[in-house]
C-alpha cells in the first residue's frame, strides 16, 4: 500500500470496528486505491460531509508531490471575476464547486469507466490570482496553466469569470503546437470586442483568441446561445471569426444524439478544448451565476452532450461563471460538479487508451 494511504484500502471494513481503530492516527485518511491510482476519501470510513472539501474529495497535488507522485489530471481553482460585466462573485466558484462535489463518486455507471482508478487525478488548489490588474492575472493565468501542464498533464479549470478562457486556450495552444478546435457551451457569443473600452472581459475572450490565431477557424462551435443581442451585427461579426452556432432551440428540435453528431463531424480529430459557462443551462438548473437567460438547457441535456464526445481529442477544459451568492440549495454547484466529472471522465478515458 503507498505510503499516502497508510493499511488503507477499498476493503470493507467490519461495521462494529470503530473508525479510531481503523486508523493509526486520527489524522490519517481512508482512502479508496484502485489501479494503483490514489482516489477519493473512501466515503464508507468517513463521513462525506466532514474533512477539508476538494474536488470530489480527491488527493491535494501538494500531497502527492511529498510522495514523489504527480498527477496525470489536475483540476485546478481560477478565483477571478474582475472582467464581469453584470452580477459579480463568480471569484466564489471553485470553493462552492468544491463543497458541492462531495456526493462524486469513483465510479461512472455512463460511460462504464472508473476515471480516478484508470489515471491518476488530483486537486490542484486555487491559483494566486491578482484581483485588481486584469492584465497581470490573464498572464499568471496563463504561467500556471502551462506550469500544471508542463510534464504533460491535463488540466481542468474551475472559474471565476469568463475571461480565463482566453490566457488557458493560450496555453492549450501553445501545449498543442497549434490552433486548437474550440466547443462553447454558453447562452452567450463571448465575441464581442470591448465593454468600456476594456478589450479583456467574460464577453471578449473568444475574439481575442480568434484574433491571435490560438483557435482553429476551421473547427469553433457555440451550443445553448440564446436570449437577445445587441443587433444582427452580432452574429455577423462571430460568424467572420469562423464561428458555428447551435442554438437551444436548435438542441430542443433537432434532439442530442444529432447534435453530437454534427459536433463530432466539425471537430474531428483535431486538438479540442471545452470551455463550458454555467449559464448554459436553465436558470431553473443553474440560478447561481452573473448573467441568466431564460430558455436554456437541461441538466441532462448537458450531461448527455458532454457524453457523447467520449474519444476526441479533448487537451483542456473549464467550467466558469459559477456564482453562489446567486445559488439555491447548492443546484448550480451540483450541476457544475457533475459537468466537471464528466470532463475527468472524458480526459481519463482518453489518456487510458
Not at 17 to 46: F, Q, T, W, Y
Not at 201 to 227: K, M, Q
Not at 247 to 263: H, N, P, R, V, W
Not at 308 to 316: D, H, K
Request: charged share 20%; glycine share 10%.
Amino acid at each position: 500500500m503507498h505510503p499516502l494511504c497508510r493499511e488503507f484500502s477499498p476493503v470493507v471494513t467490519e461495521p462494529n470496528i470503530k473508525l479510531r481503530e481503523r486508523c493509526e492516527h486520527v489524522i490519517d485518511i481512508p482512502r479508496v486505491v484502485d489501479n494503483g491510482n490514489i482516489g477519493p476519501v473512501n466515503s464508507a470510513l468517513v463521513p462525506r460531509y466532514s474533512g477539508d472539501a476538494t474536488f470530489a474529495l480527491l488527493p491535494r497535488l501538494r500531497d502527492l508531490k511529498t510522495e514523489a507522485r504527480s498527477a496525470d489530471i489536475k483540476i485546478v481553482g481560477a478565483s477571478f471575476d474582475t472582467g464581469v460585466s453584470y452580477r459579480p462573485g463568480a471569484r466564489f466558484g471553485p470553493a462552492h464547486v468544491r463543497q458541492s462535489s462531495r456526493l462524486l463518486r469513483p465510479y461512472n455507471p455512463a460511460t462504464g469507466t472508473s476515471p480516478f482508478a484508470q489515471v491518476q487525478v488530483a486537486d490542484a488548489g486555487d491559483m494566486a490570482i491578482n484581483p485588481f490588474n486584469i492584465a497581470e492575472a490573464i498572464a499568471t493565468i496563463e504561467e500556471d496553466a502551462l506550469a500544471l501542464t508542463a510534464d504533460g498533464g491535463s488540466l481542468l479549470t474551475v472559474g471565476g469569470d469568463h475571461t480565463i478562457a482566453l490566457p488557458l486556450l493560450r496555453a492549450a495552444s501553445k501545449r498543442a503546437g497549434k490552433p486548437v478546435a474550440l466547443l462553447h457551451f454558453d447562452a452567450h457569443l463571448d465575441t464581442w470586442d470591448s465593454y468600456f473600452g476594456a478589450d479583456y472581459t467574460h464577453g471578449t475572450p473568444f475574439r481575442r483568441a480568434a484574433e491571435e490565431g490560438i483557435i482553429d477557424a476551421s473547427a469553433l462551435c457555440h451550443v445553448g446561445t440564446r436570449g437577445p443581442l445587441y443587433g444582427k451585427q452580432d452574429l455577423n461579426e462571430d460568424a467572420a471569426f469562423g464561428f458555428g452556432i447551435i442554438t437551444s432551440a436548435d438542441i430542443f428540435y433537432k434532439g442530442i444524439q444529432e447534435i453530437i453528431t454534427m459536433l463530432r463531424e466539425r471537430i474531428g480529430d483535431r486538438p479540442l478544448y471545452i470551455s463550458l459557462d454555467i449559464d448554459v443551462l436553465d436558470p431553473a438548473h443553474a440560478p447561481g451565476t452573473g448573467t441568466p437567460e431564460a430558455g436554456g438547457l437541461t441538466s441532462r441535456e448537458m450531461l448527455e452532450l458532454l457524453r457523447g464526445l467520449r474519444g476526441l481529442n479533448l487537451v483542456g477544459a473549464d467550467v466558469v461563471e459559477v456564482a453562489p451568492a446567486y445559488d439555491h440549495a447548492e443546484l448550480t454547484g451540483i450541476a457544475a460538479s457533475h459537468l466537471c466529472y464528466e470532463l475527468l471522465t472524458l480526459m481519463a478515458d482518453l489518456r487510458a487508451t
